[in-house]
């Protein structure tokens, strides 16, 4: 039985129970964007069915065009009143693709060689990040940004480097990070143990994030385990349909995990989403199936596991407004809605401003950006457009493909935007609080 078939047959009592109510319609960007069903989940679904009962081929240039121009957000899930687990329906559809005729050409091809011979070996995958920092750090990816060369070459290209080149901003340069008044370093209490989750774009491009989520969580009395044999979380290899790739990394981050104890804590919306689903990749795959069970079930946001009353107070971090953008895997994914605006709120005088459309997806969507640049762009002009009218020059979101993806709108639209995740802003609190060593810095 196919991925696809099985995933059908898993899900075929919600599926009987859909209404057709259409509330999925308007929660989905690429239905709202484009007015053709088929860009919706409940057309999604139909092709789906049709090809698992053998109506139309898994080739049919209808199945996989809307397939593919599906963002992944599942925001469908969230109001769907027959609980149809949307997510696992489509990565078994891209599965089903994938199998049945890989794509051709340049950028899909690349796309394949890197998640096999690159994304999957952690080694590569870190020489890949350091050349990928030089080239951002050196100033060539802003060089060549300026020269607009590379639009020139493809708008691939041209994003891609925005997307590099928009990880090295931060919200709070260090030389204005110094502490404004020295206050008395809190005495946590001895809490459990946790270990982080690292990521490989948070910890390849974004190291401050998982530096933040340390410190922060080193205040509020936690030790901290970051084990070494950890890997990439296996999302990207899912959204494109090599699931067994993902169950290779999903394996792998089990056994790394396996000897702490407590939560294990993520800072990436698209990884802790990923990383719930372990229990359900692995469903049945002999012995992983119960330690990926239980490894779903360590799983918790950074903003959740400080989602607590008497979470340690810092400092303000300014006047600049500042607002907040849901990662759509962290909202959907990991229900994570109310705790990361929750750790914002607990920084003192920040001075916060709600986002129109916060809940709706930014357009990123792991490589998708790339991928399908025109319902990318379509899904993020929107986005740009309210975080504009927002009047913020700040933007917190919590996964590290949404802060590229609006960084690098906001680059090429010209928007005055710094990004970053909620950790840090509360890092940056607890810093002009005083509550750091220079060791720590």
């Known amino acids: 039985m196919s991925e696809l078939a099985s995933a059908l047959a898993s899900e075929e009592q919600k599926l009987l129970a859909c209404i057709h109510c259409g509330l999925c319609l308007e929660a989905c960007p690429t239905y709202v964007l484009t007015g053709d069903e088929n860009d919706g989940p409940r057309g999604r679904l139909y092709l789906m069915r049709a090809v698992g009962e053998g109506r139309i081929k898994n080739t049919s240039e209808a199945f996989q065009r809307h397939i593919d121009r599906c963002l992944g957000c599942r925001a469908c899930e969230s109001v769907c009143p027959a609980g149809v687990e949307y997510g696992e329906l489509l990565e078994a559809s891209r599965s089903e693709l994938l199998s049945a005729s890989p794509k051709r050409g340049l950028v899909y091809g690349g796309l394949r060689l890197m998640l096999r011979h690159i994304w999957s070996r952690s080694n590569r995958l870190k020489a890949l990040f350091l050349l990928a920092r030089w080239i951002r750090d050196s100033g060539v990816a802003k060089l060549l940004l300026k020269a607009g060369i590379p639009a020139k070459l493809s708008s691939r290209v041209a994003f891609g480097l925005a997307l590099l080149e928009s990880s090295r901003v931060k919200a709070f340069p260090v030389d204005l990070a110094k502490p404004a008044t020295l206050a008395q370093a809190p005495v946590p209490s001895a809490k459990a143990k946790v270990s982080l989750f690292t990521g490989c774009v948070t910890a390849g491009l974004f190291s401050r994030v998982n530096e933040a989520t340390r410190r922060v969580l080193k205040v509020n009395g936690y030790r901290v385990d970051v084990p070494e044999t950890q890997v990439c979380c296996g999302a990207l290899h899912a959204h494109a349909g090599d699931l067994e790739g993902a169950r290779k990394l999903a394996r792998q981050n089990i056994s790394a995990f396996q000897s702490k104890d407590g939560p294990i804590i993520t800072n990436a919306g698209g990884c802790g989403a990923m990383l719930v689903s372990y229990g359900h990749l692995l469903a049945g795959n ?12 360590r799983i918790t946001d950074i903003s959740q596991q400080l989602n607590f009353p008497g979470l340690v107070q810092g400092l303000c971090v300014g006047s600049e407004q500042v607002t907040y953008d849901a990662s759509c895997h962290l909202l959907y994914g990991q229900k994570a809605g109310e705790a990361p605006l929750n750790v914002l709120g607990s920084v003192p005088n920040l001075n916060f401003v709600p986002l ?12 998708y950006n790339l991928l399908e640049r025109e319902m990318s762009t379509g899904v993020l002009t929107e986005k740009l457009a309210a975080i504009k009218n927002s009047g913020a020059t700040v933007l917190a979101t919590g996964n590290a493909g949404c802060q590229m993806q609006i960084a690098a709108g906001a680059l090429m639209a010209n928007l005055q935007l710094r990004t970053c995740h909620p950790v840090e802003i509360l890092d940056e609190s607890y ?4 509550f750091y060593s220079e060791s720590e810095d």
């Open 286 to 297: 002999e012995p992983f199936s119960e330690p990926a069970r239980k490894f779903s079930g």
């Open 356 to 367: 129109a459309g916060a809940e709706r997806c930014c357009g990123g969507a792991g490589v």
């Open 431 to 434: 810093r002009r609080a005083g």
